[in-house]
């Protein structure tokens, strides 16, 4: 009988020390990402810009939620970049329309679409999370509800833009080019010194897209999701293809079973080739890109093709880095 007991008290202490060291690793984890803290990732060229107006606020101890606010708003502001807020590209009727989404650590969410005459789509977003009960407004309303918020309205088509879209009038033929900004986004992901992710995706979509398009800018695990508990994710390229597949989810899932960030973007664009094999479709016209960031403050990229980079920003530095990808 004693040894008995002897052998459940060894037992048991055995099953609480088993169930109990995950739970202290998982601790550890979570309070080890502080000294890879702050980064952030963004997609892209124009990432390198956009993760130095992030830092602005991530280096001085503020929130990764107001860096990637900041950060993508650098972008929309210019009308030099052609796929992103002022100066996007338009539809074929010729109106610019905005997508965008926002995430912070608490799975707080807020998105907008086919939103026209703002300049800040992502900040109409957060203000749809912080002020409203709702996750997402569309179109007119989502005007109405800016302009109630305070938003100005502008005329998003510049002259460039116009100009372009009168050129292709001419034949009207639809061809998105591979790695090509025009149909491209800035999607943003941050880690602050306090161990907290959030991201953020802003776009104008497929440049002379149908009228009501909608990409995978604005959807909650599609164009972007974090988890803090694991990592936060963001996606660019052909929208359709990240929404078959609910990428940004994907990866963050991906991560959650083990694989590591860029390990976690592979097995998406994986999923997603398989797809376009499925449906018998080629790939040569689609580019798919994801950035991934872990709680450890570990991060990667893949892409479907070559061509896709990243930017990287830390208190090591500013990088771009060539993304990984499975086809050339």
Same mark, same amino acid.
């Given at each position: 009988?004693?040894?008995? $007991?002897? =052998?459940?008290?060894?037992?048991?202490?055995?099953?609480?020390? +088993?169930? #109990?060291?995950?739970?202290?690793?998982?601790?550890?984890?979570?309070?080890?990402?502080?000294?890879?803290?702050?980064?952030?990732?963004?997609? +892209?060229?124009? /990432?390198?810009?956009?993760?130095?107006?992030?830092?602005?606020?991530? #280096?001085?101890?503020?929130?990764?939620?107001?860096?990637?606010?900041?950060?993508?708003?650098?972008?929309?502001?210019?009308?030099?970049?052609?796929?992103?807020?002022?100066?996007?590209?338009?539809? $074929?009727?010729?109106?610019?329309?905005?997508?965008?989404?926002?995430?912070?650590?608490?799975?707080?969410?807020?998105?907008?679409?086919?939103?026209?005459?703002?300049?800040?789509?992502?900040?109409?977003?957060?203000?749809?999370?912080?002020?409203?009960?709702?996750?997402?407004?569309? %179109?007119?309303?989502?005007?109405?509800?800016?302009?109630?918020?305070?938003?100005?309205?502008?005329?998003?088509?510049?002259?460039?833009?116009?100009?372009? +879209?009168?050129? +292709?009038?001419?034949?009207?033929?639809?061809?998105?080019?591979?790695?090509?900004?025009?149909?491209?986004?800035?999607?943003?992901?941050?880690?602050?010194?306090?161990?907290?992710?959030? %991201?953020?995706?802003?776009?104008? #979509?497929?440049?002379?897209?149908?009228?009501?398009?909608?990409?995978?800018?604005?959807?909650?695990?599609?164009?972007?999701?974090?988890?803090?508990?694991? %990592?936060?994710?963001?996606?660019?390229?052909? /929208?359709?293809?990240?929404?078959?597949?609910? %990428?940004?989810?994907?990866?963050?899932?991906?991560?959650?079973?083990?694989?590591?960030?860029?390990?976690?973007?592979?097995?998406?664009?994986?999923?997603?080739?398989?797809?376009?094999?499925?449906?018998?479709?080629?790939?040569?016209?689609?580019?798919?890109?994801?950035?991934?960031?872990?709680?450890?403050?570990?991060?990667?990229?893949?892409?479907?093709?070559?061509?896709?980079?990243?930017?990287?920003?830390?208190?090591?530095?500013?990088?771009?880095?060539?993304?990984?990808? =499975? =086809?050339?």
């Amino acid at each position: 009988m004693l040894a008995r $007991r002897t =052998l459940l008290k060894t037992g048991a202490s055995a099953i609480l020390a +088993w169930f #109990g060291k995950p739970l202290a690793a998982l601790a550890s984890n979570v309070n080890s990402s502080k000294k890879n803290a702050p980064l952030v990732l963004s997609t +892209w060229n124009f /990432g390198l810009k956009a993760n130095e107006a992030a830092w602005q606020i991530l #280096g001085n101890n503020g929130t990764a939620l107001d860096a990637v606010e900041q950060g993508v708003k650098l972008v929309e502001a210019d009308p030099e970049e052609r796929s992103v807020g002022y100066g996007g590209r338009p539809d $074929r009727d010729g109106n610019v329309t905005l997508d965008a989404c926002i995430m912070d650590h608490e799975a707080n969410i807020g998105a907008v679409a086919y939103l026209q005459h703002i300049k800040h789509p992502i900040s109409v977003a957060r203000a749809i999370m912080e002020k409203t009960p709702h996750v997402m407004l569309v %179109g007119d309303g989502a005007l109405k509800f800016a302009l109630e918020t305070g938003f100005k309205k502008e005329n998003l088509l510049v002259e460039a833009s116009e100009k372009e +879209w009168k050129e +292709w009038l001419k034949t009207s033929q639809y061809k998105p080019v591979v790695n090509i900004e025009n149909h491209d986004t800035i999607g943003m992901i941050a880690l602050d010194a306090n161990g907290n992710l959030s %991201g953020a995706c802003t776009t104008s #979509g497929m440049a002379f897209k149908m009228a009501g398009r909608l990409g995978d800018s604005s959807i909650i695990g599609a164009g972007l999701y974090v988890d803090n508990e694991v %990592g936060a994710v963001t996606a660019t390229g052909h /929208g359709e293809e990240v929404i078959r597949v609910v %990428g940004s989810h994907l990866v963050v899932e991906m991560m959650r079973q083990g694989k590591s960030p860029e390990q976690a973007c592979k097995a998406a664009v994986e999923l997603i080739k398989r797809k376009f094999d499925l449906r018998k479709k080629q790939t040569k016209d689609t580019q798919i890109g994801f950035i991934a960031i872990n709680n450890q403050g570990e991060y990667g990229a893949f892409a479907l093709r070559k061509g896709f980079s990243y930017a990287v920003k830390n208190n090591k530095g500013s990088s771009l880095i060539d993304a990984p990808y =499975l =086809l050339d």
